[in-house]
């Protein structure tokens, strides 16, 4: 992600680039709430002096898009988004997830573990949520995601 909010920095876009609980720079650790962590932050950069925008255009990959699509369906300060490898999760990604993956679910969740990582990550689900979203969304698929398949994108359409 780093390279695109340089990119949007260097164009003169008022830039926030957030790393989910207990990966890259961040620390704490990720709940299945998240979303409300995320709205609140978003919430306190749109008041601060300096910005003078009303809205936020979100861009998140993998993981980052699914919990700005949790996100956005919490939050009306969305101008829109952009998500790329949405990870839906459904029973048959659960059971295919690769185990640097499960690492990476584990050390987000700070999990003992794998089998308790995986109590709580497989209640993961953008099922009744992405109906919530309002804003308009753009979703594709990065065909070497090792999270999210392109065999379910129903969910967002």
């Known amino acids: 992600m780093v390279f695109l909010s340089d990119y949007f920095v260097r ?12 990966s890259g720079q961040s620390s704490g650790v990720l709940a299945l709430d998240a979303e409300k962590n995320f709205k609140a932050v978003i919430s306190d ?16 990959i993998s ?6 699509i949790r996100t956005m369906a919490v939050d009306d300060s969305f101008a829109g988004g952009i998500g790329i490898s949405i990870p839906v999760f459904h029973q048959e990604q659960w059971d295919s997830l690769e185990e640097d993956t499960w690492s990476v679910f584990q050390r987000c969740f700070r999990q003992p573990t794998l089998e308790m990582t995986r109590a709580i990550a497989t209640k993961m689900t953008l099922y009744g949520i ?18 999210s398949h392109p ?4 969910i967002l359409q």
């Open 151 to 154: 065999d379910s994108p129903g």
């Open 63 to 68: 993981l980052g898009a699914y919990w700005m």
């Open 11 to 22: 164009a003169g876009f008022v830039t926030l680039r957030m790393d989910l609980p207990g």
């Open 130 to 147: 992405a109906d919530k979203v309002r804003s308009p969304l753009l979703a594709f698929h990065g065909g070497k995601d090792t999270v």
């Open 45 to 60: 950069f749109l008041v601060r002096s300096e910005i003078r925008f009303p809205k936020v255009m979100a861009i998140g």
